[in-house]
């Protein structure tokens, strides 16, 4: 099920998969100048879940021209489950995504039923851990780019498996990148994806966390998300092996699994 909603006065684009009467699966992706596409792996949920999918304000197939920061993402979400008729959902923040889903924990706490943390941060203090061998295979990206040079310039860290880079540019093919997030971006406006104090949030709320990260990870190293995982009581720490940041991509198996046990638990 595919289609435009308006949600707080913006056209977002929303894609849905699985029984309406199932519980619902909020995907928010990350970027934020990336669409939903290259997550649709989580799809294959729908036996367990009423996965919703949608292009973040200012990418994709949503409106670009209108005010662009993560608390209105945050926003967006809130008002997509009620609009679906569900009075609470479980989310799935990527990346970006995983910085706004945190966000809507604060905002919006009594929508979130389980959170999941896949690929993302609570923090901005540390440094990425790029091995110097996957480094050099990195290229510049002259200012100005854009999203996708950045994404094609960025593979060697991005995925684990080198040896299905074709098909990782496949997808990235498939992506449609957007410029309306340069403008804030560059102006220095943009806010973190993060709340302020991400650990307290999640402690405050109080709810199952699912922190889920590739073994491999570079961006993110995996100490960040050891780090958050002591710092949230009760939250589940799951290591995809052989897995950079795009985990669902490595090792799809293995990741789908995890989120389809934390699901059902």
């Known amino acids: 099920m595919d289609g ?17 009467t199932s519980p619902m699966l909020v995907v928010i992706h990350g970027g934020p100048p990336w669409d939903h596409s290259y997550l649709l792996p989580v799809a294959e949920l729908a036996d367990v879940a009423h996965v919703v999918f949608f292009d973040l304000r200012g990418a994709g197939r949503s409106d670009h021209d209108v005010p662009l920061q993560p608390d209105l993402i945050a926003d967006d979400v809130a008002a997509l489950i009620r609009r679906f008729g569900a009075t609470r ?64 310039a960025a593979l060697p860290v991005t995925i684990w498996r080198l040896d299905r880079a074709a098909e990782w540019r496949a997808i990235l093919a498939g992506i449609r990148f957007s410029r309306a997030w340069d403008k804030p971006y560059a102006e220095g406006t943009l806010k973190p994806a993060r709340p302020p104090d991400a650990p307290g949030v999640l402690r405050r709320w109080g709810g199952e966390v699912l922190i889920l990260h590739g073994e491999r990870e570079m961006t993110f190293p995996p100490s960040v998300a050891r780090r958050l995982h002591a ?22 198996s293995a990741w789908l699994a995890a989120v389809r046990e934390f699901l059902r638990g």
């Open 4 to 20: 435009i909603e308006q949600i707080n006065g913006v056209n977002l684009f929303v894609r849905r998969f699985g029984d309406p």
């Open 89 to 152: 959902a479980d989310v799935l923040g990527f990346s970006y995504g995983g910085g706004v889903a945190m966000r809507l924990v604060e905002q919006h706490p009594s929508v979130v039923g389980r959170l999941i943390l896949a690929a993302t941060t609570a923090y901005g203090d540390f440094e990425p851990e790029i091995p110097p061998e996957r480094a050099a295979l990195c290229r510049e990206v002259p200012p100005g780019d854009g999203a996708r040079a950045m994404a094609e």
């Open 231 to 252: 710092e949230v009581p009760g939250s589940r720490l799951e290591l995809i092996p052989e897995a950079a940041h795009m985990a669902h991509f490595d090792n799809p």
